[in-house]
């Protein structure tokens, strides 16, 4: 039984079926198929702010098509736009870092992570953004801020200095009914910007800005 695995698996290395994903960790097939299962056990049990599958299949379509590495993710929760972000971060090669203040929707996002094998792409951190994110020394190409509204603008001035040309800082719920005055601080500040280009998402359910540096 073990020699005819290991044929099998010869034959699909041989064959081309199976490539290694950027970072050596996991054959490629073999995670998408891993995530996608995740992903489909887990759909319509997010209930922890965590941003609906559009929105985590944009931020991973983002991620892909510019072919971004380095990420930071403001607020965590359990994870769910850390596993979009993370698997393609795994197609590009890059790691994400990730910051949660709630110990126990930090302790839930590392076992989801675990159980969608994106462990290895990701550096998640408990404690406070607002000291960790200004600590951080970056560069980053791909940033996505979703975690205390009334602290986006902050965030914005602390890590747009570290955002490399090319990059982008996209942040959530910046759309729909009643924006609070975080939210237009923030798009306040993203105007002022002269090396700024910022698109809404088309697509997304909650509001995503993308502001991609010239
Ligand atoms: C909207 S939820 C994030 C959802 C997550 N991006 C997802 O889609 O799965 C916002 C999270 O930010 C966290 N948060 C709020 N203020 C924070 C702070 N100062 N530092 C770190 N995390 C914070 C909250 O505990 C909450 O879990």
């Known amino acids: 039984m073990r020699e005819l695995v290991l044929a099998v698996v010869a034959?699909?290395?041989a064959a081309g079926a199976l490539t290694t994903s950027a970072t050596g960790q996991e054959p490629s097939a073999t995670l998408?198929?891993?995530?996608?299962?995740?992903?489909?056990?887990?759909?319509?049990s997010w209930r922890d702010l965590n941003v609906p599958e559009s929105d985590g299949r944009i931020l991973h379509d983002l991620v892909?098509?510019?072919?971004?590495?380095?990420?930071?993710?403001?607020?965590?929760?359990?994870g769910h736009s850390g596993i979009w972000i993370a698997w393609a971060l795994a197609k590009t090669?890059?790691?994400?870092?990730?910051?949660?203040?709630?110990?126990?929707?930090?302790?839930?996002?590392?076992a989801n992570f675990k159980e969608a094998a994106?462990?290895?792409?990701?550096?998640?951190r408990l404690g406070d953004a607002h000291q960790i994110v200004p600590s951080l020394s970056g560069p980053f190409d791909f940033v996505f801020s979703d975690a205390d509204k009334d602290w986006y603008k902050n965030y914005l001035v602390a890590v747009w200095p570290k955002v490399v040309p090319g990059g982008?800082?996209?942040?959530?719920?910046?759309?729909?009914?009643?924006?609070?005055?975080?939210?237009?601080?923030?798009l306040e500040h993203l105007k002022s910007l002269p090396d700024a280009n910022t698109i809404m998402a088309k697509g997304s359910a909650e509001g995503i800005s993308i502001s991609c540096k010239r």
């Open 11 to 13: 034959g699909a290395v």
């Open 32 to 44: 998408d198929t891993t995530v996608q299962a995740f992903l489909d056990r887990h759909r319509g």
């Open 64 to 78: 892909v098509k510019r072919r971004f590495t380095r990420a930071l993710e403001i607020g965590t929760s359990t």
């Open 93 to 110: 090669g890059g790691k994400l870092i990730t910051v949660e203040i709630d110990p126990g929707r930090h302790r839930t996002a590392l």
């Open 118 to 124: 994106l462990s290895p792409y990701i550096d998640a």
């Open 168 to 186: 982008c800082f996209t942040a959530h719920n910046v759309a729909g009914w009643v924006l609070g005055r975080g939210i237009r601080e923030f």
